[in-house]
Each structure stands twice: as structure tokens, then as C-alpha cells.
């Protein structure tokens, strides 16, 4: 028994038996965007919300809505200028709302891709309600939240997180891939973000991405 031990033992350091790993880590995705910018709308409609449904299991998403807002205290409370008017102000607050008290992706991200598709300068909340109502979520707490300092508090959150990229944003969308934005990575991800989360992902594919390789690769032969 100590020889076959032994032998076990040399043939682990020799690596004559698989040494298994563990799981590679997430492709971290972080969108700095604000509620009514129509680039931010059209990259989560179409880049950022189908990617995550076929390969969510791979990603981690941080959503984090203020964009090219201004906030100063006034008070006992933060005051916030917006690109797009007091309606986006209004949005980007639902939003941070929603994600603080949702806290789980898979129940705040539909809300808000649902919210991104529907809202309106003039009534944001009423667009809030209907998509909470659509998705089964109870809005109430999130509706406190908005009118609230809690909500104020959680928007001057995602300010300061904005104001602390570097490089700072120079626009919206703004997107870093594991904690750093380069043009390349900003180019792909609002054109080709399924693609370039799989590249990036060091594990095993999932299927989404291996389907998406070979149908680049039949385009490509086909050109050929």
C-alpha cells in the first residue's frame, strides 16, 4: 500500500493525472450610461441584454447610470443636472433605485432593459410601473426609493463611482471590459460584445459562443 501511495504521489507531481483547475473567472462588463441617451438605449437593447440572455452564465455586469450628469449638495440632499433634462435625472434614479433594491441581476437587468425600451422624458415612472407591473415585480419599494433620500443618496453613488474611471469618460456609452476601457475594447463591445466576450472568456465556451465562432467562420469561408 505505501509503494501504490507513492506512486500516486509521483505521478500527481509528474502530472501523469489531470490536475484539475478551478472555474476561470467571469468577463467583468461595467456600462456607465444614462437613462435617455439613444446610444446607451440601442447598446443595451442590442449589444448588452441579448449577450447577456445567450451567455450570462460567463459574465458579471455592472450597470451604473448617471453618464454626463453633474450633481452638487444642496443641503441636506444632492442635486443632479442631466444631459437629457430633469426626465433623465428621474430615470437615472429609478434605476439606481431598482438595482440597490432588487440586488439581483437576473431581476433588476430584465426591469431595466425593459425600462430602457419604453421610457419617456415626460413620465418615467409611469414607464417604471408598466414594466414592473409586466415582469411581476413589486414596484412600491422602488418607488419610495425614487422619491426618496435613499434614492438621491444611491444616484450621488453611481456619481462618484463615474467620476472615478481612468481613464474619466468622454461619453456615453461608455463600457470597460475587467476594469479597463480602451478604444479596441469600447469598438467591440458596442458592435460586437458576444464576440468579444467569448474571446475573453479563459474557461470553457459555452455553446452560444461556439456557434457564434463557427457561423464567422462558414462567413468567412464563403467569402473566400
Known amino acids: 500500500m505505501a509503494y501504490v501511495n507513492a506512486v500516486f504521489a509521483v505521478a500527481l507531481i509528474a502530472g501523469v493525472f489531470p490536475v484539475y483547475s478551478q472555474a476561470a ?42 453618464g454626463n450628469a453633474q450633481q452638487y449638495k444642496y443641503g441636506n440632499k444632492w442635486v443632479f443636472s442631466c444631459q437629457h433634462g430633469q426626465g433623465e435625472c428621474e430615470g437615472n ?21 425593459c425600462f430602457e425600451q419604453y421610457i419617456s422624458s415626460s413620465n418615467p415612472s409611469s414607464t417604471a410601473r408598466y414594466c414592473a407591473q409586466l415582469l411581476r415585480i413589486d414596484y412600491t419599494p422602488i418607488d419610495k426609493c425614487a422619491s426618496g433620500p435613499q434614492g438621491n443618496q444611491f444616484e450621488h453613488d453611481m456619481g462618484v463611482k463615474t467620476e472615478a474611471l481612468e481613464p474619466q469618460h468622454q461619453f456615453v456609452p461608455w463600457v470597460t471590459m475587467n476594469g479597463k476601457h480602451t478604444e479596441e475594447i469600447q469598438n467591440e463591445a458596442t458592435t460586437e460584445l458576444l464576440k468579444l466576450v467569448c474571446d475573453s472568456y479563459q474557461g470553457a465556451k459555452p455553446a452560444a459562443c461556439t456557434r457564434t465562432q463557427a457561423l464567422r467562420s462558414y462567413k468567412d469561408d464563403t467569402k473566400n
Open 93 to 113: 434614479i429609478i434605476e439606481s433605485c431598482a438595482i440597490n433594491i432588487l440586488q439581483n441581476l437576473t431581476t433588476y437587468f430584465p426591469f431595466i432593459h
Open 25 to 66: 473567472p467571469k468577463v467583468s462588463i461595467a456600462l456607465y450610461y444614462e437613462s435617455l441617451c439613444p446610444g446607451c438605449r440601442a447598446f443595451i437593447s442590442d449589444q448588452l441584454y441579448p449577450t447577456y440572455q445567450k451567455i450570462g452564465e460567463i459574465m458579471d455586469i455592472t450597470l451604473v447610470p448617471y
